[in-house]
């Protein structure tokens, strides 16, 4: 296993921001075996944990990490800014996470066309930013991003948070715009900013989330198929907001949604090819 933390420097004065950071990527890769298909490369899931842009929460980063390790994939955290810079600070430390990943790919057994994004809560409204806005101008100039090196090839959306508008988990857009607030809202409503070059999205709700409302799912899976992207949508009948494996290492325990990291793997091969 190779496990070090790589310092993301982002120059956000670029961007119009005020402020610094120090995120960090933190890798979970799997080192080389002639017993088990040496130099075999594999996809890579990089993980940003929720927290509701206020923190990163522990139970969504290092536990999904090693799970999707003992599927086969090489993984990432990213612990993005959440109080020093605002909007679009954490999605240039995302884009910037994946284009290292994607240019270290020969060095880290990697297929790099097969670059997945995975978030939980707030940090799946940052994945699904990622993936409605990784061609744009504000996250490529800031960037010298020219060549979609900081694509992602899918997305794995966990309760994420999506909409700005009715369902909106409030909280997490004031930490996410801070002054900006009323300017970007409608900008970071995700059901509105689906385009042909959305990635294809693995998605996963509970029916009964009081803190996240499933709606926030289910507007964004309407937008995909408006504009034909693929996905997979699971609907599982109960269980609380910030479930992470909903295994007992990760707080509670829920049956019915322990299998989504089987079900978002067998996706990945399936879909992301």
């Known amino acids: 296993m190779i496990h070090e933390t790589i310092d993301i420097r982002i120059n956000y004065s670029a961007a119009g921001l005020e402020g610094s950071a120090n995120p960090k990527l933190h890798t979970y890769i799997i080192g080389h075996s002639p017993e088990m298909d040496y130099h075999?490369?594999?996809?890579?899931?990089?993980?940003?944990?929720?927290?509701g842009y206020g923190m990163t929460s522990d139970r969504e980063a290092e536990p999904i990490a090693l799970r999707f390790n003992s599927l086969g994939f090489q993984c990432f955290v990213l612990r993005y800014s959440v109080k020093q810079v605002c909007f679009p600070g954490a999605l240039l430390e995302l884009s910037k996470a994946v284009a290292i990943v994607r240019q270290n790919a020969a060095e880290w057994d990697i297929d790099a066309d097969r670059i997945i994004v995975c978030g939980f809560?707030?940090?799946?409204?940052?994945?699904?930013?990622?993936?409605?806005?990784?061609?744009?101008d504000f996250v490529n100039k800031p960037l010298d991003f020219y060549n979609s090196e900081n694509k992602p090839n899918g997305l794995i959306l966990s309760y994420p948070v999506i909409t700005s508008g009715e369902f909106a988990h409030r909280d997490s857009f004031k930490?996410?715009?801070k002054d900006k607030y009323e300017q970007n809202l409608s900008l970071v409503s995700l059901e509105n900013q689906v385009s042909a070059d959305t990635p294809p999205c693995f998605i996963w709700h509970t029916f009964d989330d009081k803190c996240v409302p499933v709606e926030n799912s289910l507007l964004l899976a309407n937008a995909l198929k408006k504009s034909n992207i693929s996905f997979e949508m699971h609907i599982l009948?109960?269980?609380?907001?910030?479930?992470s494996l909903a295994t007992q290492e990760t707080g509670v325990t829920v049956e019915s949604c322990k299998q989504w990291p089987d079900m978002a793997a067998r996706w990945i091969r399936e879909t992301i090819v």
């Open 237 to 243: 009948p109960s269980g609380p907001h910030g479930l």
């Open 175 to 177: 930490n996410l715009l």
């Open 121 to 136: 809560s707030a940090g799946g409204h940052l994945a699904a930013s990622l993936g409605m806005f990784w061609n744009r």
């Open 40 to 51: 075999k490369k594999r996809p890579a899931v990089v993980i940003c944990p929720g927290g």
